[in-house]
């Protein structure tokens, strides 16, 4: 890249050195608009956000009752679940025991 005198010289000389600056200090100011633009959207909507207010006492209280009661629930469906699994295993031992065994039929 030919850049100074030089780079002047290439052309013809005809670019005056003002205007070579004026276009360097145009191609900055894009450069700067094109980064910082992105960077005060991201300031400003953190900035915008509302403050996360602290829950209740009321509230936190309440949802340790639901997450017990929740708790208590799940235990009961367990055992009723198991209960149920018991009682088919009964069932299905009983159904085995009553029933003739095909050899003694004959």
């Excluded at 100011?29 to 915008?48: M, N, Q, Y």
Aim: proline letters at 8%; zero cysteines.
């Amino acid at each position: 890249m030919i850049t100074g005198a030089a780079g002047l010289a290439a052309f013809g000389g005809d670019i005056p050195p003002q205007a070579v600056e004026m276009a360097k200090m145009f191609f900055t100011t894009i450069a700067v608009i094109g980064l910082g633009i992105p960077l005060i959207r991201a300031f400003t909507k953190r900035w915008e956000r509302p403050a996360i207010t602290p829950t209740p006492p009321d509230v936190t209280a309440r949802l340790e009752r639901i997450e017990q009661a929740v708790e208590a629930v799940a235990i009961e469906v367990e055992r009723i679940a198991e209960a149920q699994r018991f009682s088919a295993k009964l069932i299905a031992e009983q159904q085995s025991r009553a029933l003739p065994k095909p050899d003694s039929i004959r």
